[in-house]
């Protein structure tokens, strides 16, 4: 099984890549702080899942990609926010994007605590 085959991933990439296309029509001024910001959150979820998918014959690094990856969507969301209150989004774009988000905190967090399920030695 490859890096892009947990649910995780690849709901987590669902949630990229609108999010990336939303940030497309971000005021310009905003390019260096929330465009960019949310941008590099959602992907660096992406990146950690994989890492963490790596990771898995070190349990300790293992838990820590994916801890940092449950942040990363954490921080996504709090981005959200931030797009929702200068009216970057949508309130149903922003619901939409945080309940996808709300998902894949959960699925992450199932990997976190079913570590044997994926390919983790628990000894």
């Known amino acids: 099984m490859g890096f892009k085959k947990p649910i995780a991933y690849q709901k987590a990439f669902d949630l990229a890549m609108p999010i990336f296309e939303i940030s497309k029509s971000f005021p310009k001024e905003g390019i260096y702080s929330l465009t960019d910001q949310i941008r590099r959150s959602s992907c660096s979820l992406n990146a950690n899942l994989a890492e ?21 969507n954490s921080e996504t969301n709090s981005w959200l926010g931030f797009a929702l209150a200068c009216d970057h989004v949508s309130k149903e774009q922003h619901i939409h994007l945080l309940n996808k988000g709300i998902e894949v905190g959960k699925l992450v967090n199932f990997m976190i605590n079913n570590p044997g399920k994926f390919g983790v030695k628990t000894d």
Request: net charge positive; aromatic share 14%.
């Open 52 to 72: 963490a998918y790596r990771k898995r014959v070190y349990p300790k690094h293992y838990n820590s990609k994916l801890t940092d990856a449950d942040g990363e």
